[in-house]
């Protein structure tokens, strides 16, 4: 497979567990924020996103929470599958309009 | 059905060679974007555009090149000046352009993984 995230930190979780992965932002100005999924040789993939007159946002299985006060955002995903295992990552939108990227968490599943 | 794609999927170079990488997307966005990911960094933008004819260097510009002749369309070429080019390369693309309050979401190529022997 690629070598994307050779050393990213690592979760590793049971199946059927929830998952919660961590993201820190740097720009207190950022306006919007995604979080995507990227599986081994593939590009990334769109999951969730937030905007920053939120704190949380509910999708099927995921949901993001967003603290603007110490400028964290999570992604929880529910009962995690075999199919979750990939790098997550978050981007968020600065003032300059432009996305910054997060540098990744791999998330293992765990049969 | 509608995407982006890229290719080639696997690409080697010798040194000293340019290459170009190829991206196509037939979502009618206006806005293209590419990005080199490394292991344990995030992505990092090279160039980006946000119209035909149009582009602006992103933050690791220096030993790329691009081109927007056409709106579906934004290869970018690997200079034998880019001294560390072995990556993974991303495109993407976006309805809006920047600032544009429609669709924020970037959509992502599959990739070309780029190796220099």
């Known amino acids: 497979g690629e070598s994307v995230g050779l050393h990213l930190p690592t979760l590793s979780v049971q199946e059927g567990d929830n998952s919660i992965i961590n993201c820190a932002y740097s720009?207190?100005?950022?306006?919007?924020f995604i979080w995507y999924k990227q599986e081994s040789g593939k590009g990334p993939q769109f999951i969730i996103d937030?905007?920053?007159?939120?704190d949380k946002r509910q999708g099927q299985r995921v949901t993001v929470l967003l603290n603007k006060t110490v400028k964290h955002l999570s992604l929880q995903i529910a009962a995690t599958q075999p199919g979750d295992s990939a790098v997550y990552f978050c981007a968020e939108r600065g003032a300059g309009n432009m996305l910054t990227f997060g540098g990744g968490t791999r998330l293992m599943v765990k049969p | 059905d509608g995407g982006i794609t890229q290719s080639p999927k696997y690409l080697f170079r010798k040194e000293g060679q340019n290459v170009t990488l190829s991206c196509e997307q037939n979502?009618?966005?206006?806005?293209m974007y590419w990005y080199r990911q490394d292991p344990g960094q995030g992505l990092r933008l090279i160039y980006y555009?946000?119209?035909?004819?149009?582009?602006q260097k992103g933050d690791i510009a220096e030993g790329y090149s691009v081109s927007r002749e056409k709106k579906e369309s934004f290869p970018l070429t690997v200079t034998s000046a880019q001294k560390n080019p072995t990556a993974f390369y991303l495109c993407a693309s976006k309805r809006g352009g920047e600032g544009s309050a429609v669709n924020r979401e970037q959509f992502f190529g599959p990739g070309t993984r780029l190796t220099v022997l």
């Open positions: 979502l009618n966005h206006d806005a």
């Open positions: 720009n207190s100005a950022s306006d919007y």
């Open positions: 937030i905007r920053s007159n939120m």
């Open positions: 555009s946000q119209i035909v004819n149009d582009f």
